[in-house]
């Protein structure tokens, strides 16, 4: 590979990496205009990781975030690969919080796996429920 091609690989990726963490700082502030409290975002685990992690009363969202040029194109970039990562996230993510002195156990919450997609020239969509698994369905 020509120095060249390698440096303009490197700038697309910069360019996406930045994009990417605009549009979850957008989906952050449209959560917690909606009543949500942001417990972690871009949180990651040996088993995977996930976008942001939410809570709005008893109920724990793990959010995966996706800019992309229509909501269509964003519903189908979530795949199944992704979705098993953001369960293994989600899954460390309630262990620790079971842990953690103070806190109600995590079996007092609901969880649910939603999706936010962020499209030019609109505000930011979020679907709920997107997906259900395991011991959460």
Do not use: C
């Not at 303009?8 to 917690?32: I, P, T, Y």
């Not at 620790?96 to 806190?103: A, D, F, S, W």
């Amino acid at each position: 590979m020509t120095g060249t091609r390698r440096f303009h690989r490197q700038a697309s990726g910069r360019r996406a990496d930045h994009r990417g963490r605009r549009a979850e700082l957008w989906a952050r502030v449209w959560l917690v205009l909606k009543g949500y409290r942001i417990l972690a975002h871009r949180f990651k685990s040996p088993r995977g990781e996930v976008d942001i992690v939410a809570q709005k009363r008893n109920t724990i969202i793990f959010a995966e975030v996706k800019a992309r040029g229509s909501l269509q194109d964003a519903k189908e970039a979530l795949r199944f690969r992704q979705r098993v990562r953001i369960e293994g996230a989600a899954d460390h993510f309630m262990k620790t919080l079971r842990q953690r002195p103070g806190r109600e156990k995590s079996g007092d919450y609901t969880v649910r796996f939603d999706l936010i997609a962020i499209v030019p020239r609109r505000l930011p969509r979020h679907m709920k429920g997107v997906w259900r698994t395991g011991p959460y369905a």
